[in-house]
């Protein structure tokens, strides 16, 4: 299970930071990903960071956005700085990659139902 939190409505300019726990399944051993889907448009790859600490960014948000993991607590973060109102989408996490393309829905098994980010 992977439940999400820390979404919220900030001004443009602002920060956020979302957290995503896990349960049911081996954290530390887990590559994850954010992903981010707003309205009449699809699912889009934001970030990922594998087992090991490796992260990869969509070139949308390389250099504002910030992926990490504390395995202890069996949380994911995304720390978002410098938001646009584009940033506006349902944020979700994924677990379970099964390979592939880190930005490819498809090759994740596992999904929160997210958590809502308004940037005005």
């Known amino acids: 299970q992977l439940v999400e939190s820390g979404g919220g409505s900030v001004q443009s300019g602002g920060s956020l930071t979302l957290s995503c726990t896990a349960s049911?399944?081996?954290?530390?051993?887990?590559?994850m990903g954010w992903y981010r889907q707003a309205p009449g448009k699809e699912r889009e790859g934001v970030a990922a960071?594998?087992?090991?600490?490796?992260?990869s960014y969509a070139d949308s948000v390389n250099g504002r956005f910030t992926v990490s993991r504390d395995n202890a607590e069996g949380t994911l973060y995304l720390q978002m700085n410098s938001l646009k109102p584009e940033d506006t989408a349902l944020y979700c996490c994924?677990?379970?990659?099964?390979?592939?393309?880190?930005?490819?829905?498809?090759?994740?098994?596992?999904w929160g139902q997210g958590t809502q980010v308004t940037v005005s």
């Open positions: 049911g399944l081996t954290f530390g051993d887990s590559d």
């Open positions: 994924a677990a379970g990659f099964a390979g592939g393309s880190v930005f490819r829905a498809a090759n994740y098994g596992y």
């Open positions: 960071i594998d087992s090991n600490g490796r992260t």
